[in-house]
């Protein structure tokens, strides 16, 4: 990393420390912002996060690799989160799974290559009875069939046009 | 799809300003009286749980609502978050009159993420019509709620497990005694109630214990809010009383002819179609409102496969019975499905999981085997002696 790169991401996490709070209560919501952002939590950042909340970085590890929305792998842009329970697995979801891979080009639990898209699992998100759900970032999709899973992607792909900035707060908000 | 008709008839705030009349004895007392319990499953008796928090001395206290909604086939709480958030934070501002705490925490699940721009939006407006913060419409209590948002963890439905993630670490449960609302967040008293608990808990302090038993039985009273999913044709919420039948509730949702019936989500368990006039209680079929019905065409080891890789997946791995069991438990799924699992084996596979009820440290642990139990139990015909289709 440049160190400017560093010192840019040292500053911002000070600041997410000081509007959450500097303590221990405040390390998810620190470590949730970073991987919002950044779309990763790499050593570098643990170690800012850790000398500001006066604890091992060990610990911030320990809690980054604990919970399925961090961890310390690198994802695209837009993470596409598939349920992949009872109801969603009855309703269809491997159809869905199927033209996700065929049309991203990657498989399950990978990032493209040009770190826009990753393909992930999620366990029950509650959308039982209007399944295949799937999450992209925030947004919930439901009763998405392997034809809409195109429009899903454009709409994300659009989201990288000329108004790139813009877009994705509208559209991913 | 989704009908409230007891939530929605609901006066804006009439539990709250039933409650701020009176003294906190009464309030507890009230919802004691009520019957109500745990409307995410455990079922623990509310008015009791509230009157522990009350007892103690300590100089802050904690209201917690855990809408951390992961039990699958439930989305109940998703819904009651959408349409009638009010009466939630309303039954959080009781709660906190009631054992006198000043801070509530909504533990908000991350999937859920979609619903704080919402939530927040209706906390502002609770605050500007002094609903929330200092003295709350004229009275001496002075209580706000926040927002938590989860980080992806089935586990940390748990209470224990939610209360460290909210402390900053990882969502792996505690040892219990000391229970929370003796030492919870941070310390201190907590009380961690389930979304729909604290919704009934406003509209029993606005119309009184005796109009909420006025349905349900005798150890489960009241309506209860069911979350209906898989092969029906008419999926979604509904409110039923406590102490319908499983036939019953089929009828409604249009799931006649179901095979078996999944109730209680993955840690719940499996219901034939000859077991279909047992009745959804705490004293028979104990549910936090999950029903997935199971079509004639369905796999039993399917079903199973599917809720097995949940666990293995969401287990925190924090003790041997759980961590291990799960793992075995689906490795013996895969011996099933192959058609190479001896039924000396099988037992052994029973065994264990019946270990795994009672050597676990959490909930999930100690429920993780009662689908493949009840599974082997009314289904063993359709899963022994299987030929893989590639043979």
């Known amino acids: 990393?440049?160190?400017?790169?560093?010192?840019?991401?040292?500053?911002?996490?000070?600041?997410?420390?000081?509007?959450?709070?500097?303590?221990?209560?405040?390390?998810?919501?620190?470590?949730?912002?970073?991987?919002?952002?950044?779309?990763?939590?790499?050593?570098?950042?643990?170690?800012?996060?850790?000398?500001?909340?006066?604890?091992?970085?060990?610990?911030?590890?320990?809690?980054?690799?604990?919970?399925?929305?961090?961890?310390?792998?690198?994802?695209?842009?837009?993470?596409?989160?598939?349920?992949?329970?009872?109801?969603?697995?009855?309703?269809?979801?491997?159809?869905?799974?199927r033209q996700l891979e065929n049309d991203l080009g990657i498989t399950f639990g990978e990032t493209t290559a040009d770190g826009k898209f990753t393909l992930d699992w999620a366990n029950c998100m509650g959308m039982c009875d209007q399944g295949p759900a799937l999450l992209v970032n925030d947004r919930i999709h439901t009763r998405v069939t392997p034809e809409s899973v195109h429009e899903i992607i454009e709409t994300c792909r659009r989201a990288f046009g000329v108004h790139a900035a813009e877009a994705k707060e509208v559209v991913f908000k | 799809m989704s009908t409230l008709p007891t939530y929605a008839a609901q006066i804006p705030e009439a539990g709250l300003k039933a409650a701020l009349a009176k003294d906190r004895p009464a309030i507890i007392a009230e919802v004691t009286a009520s019957g109500l319990k745990g409307r995410g499953g455990a079922g623990f008796p509310t008015g009791v749980k509230w009157n522990f928090a009350a007892a103690s001395q300590a100089a802050r206290k904690f209201v917690i609502c855990n809408a951390d909604e992961g039990e699958p086939g439930t989305f109940k709480d998703r819904v009651i978050l959408q349409e009638h958030p009010d009466l939630v934070f309303e039954g959080m501002t009781i709660a906190a009159r009631a054992i006198g705490a000043r801070e509530g925490i909504l533990f908000l699940r991350g999937e859920y993420?979609?619903?704080?721009?919402?939530?927040?939006?209706?906390?502002?407006?609770?605050?500007?019509?002094?609903?929330?913060?200092?003295?709350?419409?004229?009275?001496?209590?002075?209580?706000?709620?926040?927002?938590?948002?989860?980080?992806?963890?089935?586990?940390?439905?748990?209470?224990?497990?939610?209360?460290?993630?909210?402390?900053?670490?990882?969502?792996?449960?505690?040892?219990?005694?000391?229970?929370?609302?003796?030492?919870?967040?941070?310390?201190?008293?907590?009380?961690?109630?389930?979304?729909?608990?604290?919704?009934?808990?406003?509209?029993?302090?606005?119309?009184?214990?005796?109009?909420?038993?006025?349905?349900?039985?005798?150890?489960?009273?009241?309506?209860?809010?069911?979350?209906?999913?898989?092969?029906?044709?008419?999926?979604?919420?509904?409110?039923?009383?406590?102490?319908?039948?499983?036939?019953?509730?089929?009828?409604?949702?249009?799931?006649?002819?179901?095979?078996?019936?999944?109730?209680?989500?993955?840690?719940?368990?499996?219901?034939?179609?000859?077991?279909?006039?047992?009745?959804?209680?705490?004293?028979?079929?104990?549910?936090?409102?999950?029903?997935?019905?199971?079509?004639?065409?369905?796999?039993?080891?399917?079903v199973l496969r599917n809720f097995q890789e949940f666990f293995v997946d969401e287990s925190c791995g924090q003790c041997t019975p759980c961590r291990r069991g799960n793992t075995k438990l689906l490795e013996g799924l895969e011996l099933l499905s192959e058609g190479r699992c001896s039924m000396a084996y099988l037992r052994e596979l029973c065994a264990l999981g019946e270990t795994m009820q009672v050597a676990s440290k959490c909930g999930l642990g100690q429920s993780s085997a009662n689908a493949f139990l009840s599974v082997v139990e009314h289904f063993r015909e359709e899963i022994m002696g299987r030929i893989p289709s590639h043979v």
């Open chain 2, 113 to 302: 993420a979609y619903l704080r721009g919402h939530l927040e939006g209706i906390l502002a407006r609770r605050r500007e019509q002094g609903l929330l913060g200092p003295a709350i419409l004229g009275s001496a209590l002075n209580f706000d709620i926040r927002i938590f948002m989860g980080a992806g963890a089935y586990i940390c439905g748990e209470e224990t497990a939610l209360i460290e993630a909210l402390e900053g670490f990882r969502g792996e449960p505690r040892n219990r005694p000391p229970f929370p609302v003796n030492t919870g967040f941070l310390g201190f008293p907590s009380i961690v109630n389930n979304v729909e608990t604290l919704a009934w808990a406003a509209c029993i302090l606005a119309n009184g214990a005796p109009w909420f038993r006025l349905v349900g039985t005798e150890k489960s009273t009241g309506h209860k809010i069911f979350s209906v999913s898989g092969d029906c044709s008419r999926p979604g919420v509904y409110e039923f009383p406590m102490g319908i039948t499983v036939t019953e509730l089929l009828r409604h949702v249009g799931g006649e002819g179901a095979k078996a019936a999944q109730i209680g989500g993955a840690s719940g368990q499996c219901v034939p179609a000859k077991d279909f006039g047992r009745t959804l209680a705490f004293e028979d079929i104990s549910t936090g409102g999950s029903v997935i019905v199971l079509g004639p065409q369905r796999d039993m080891l399917d």
């Open chain 1, 1 to 97: 990393m440049l160190m400017t790169e560093r010192d840019r991401l040292a500053a911002e996490i000070a600041g997410l420390a000081e509007k959450l709070g500097r303590n221990r209560t405040s390390l998810i919501p620190i470590l949730l912002e970073v991987k919002r952002k950044y779309h990763t939590i790499d050593s570098y950042a643990m170690q800012v996060i850790a000398d500001l909340l006066a604890i091992h970085p060990v610990e911030v590890n320990s809690v980054v690799s604990f919970y399925a929305f961090l961890g310390d792998r690198p994802q695209g842009k837009y993470v596409i989160r598939l349920c992949r329970t009872l109801s969603c697995d009855m309703a269809g979801k491997s159809r869905v799974r």
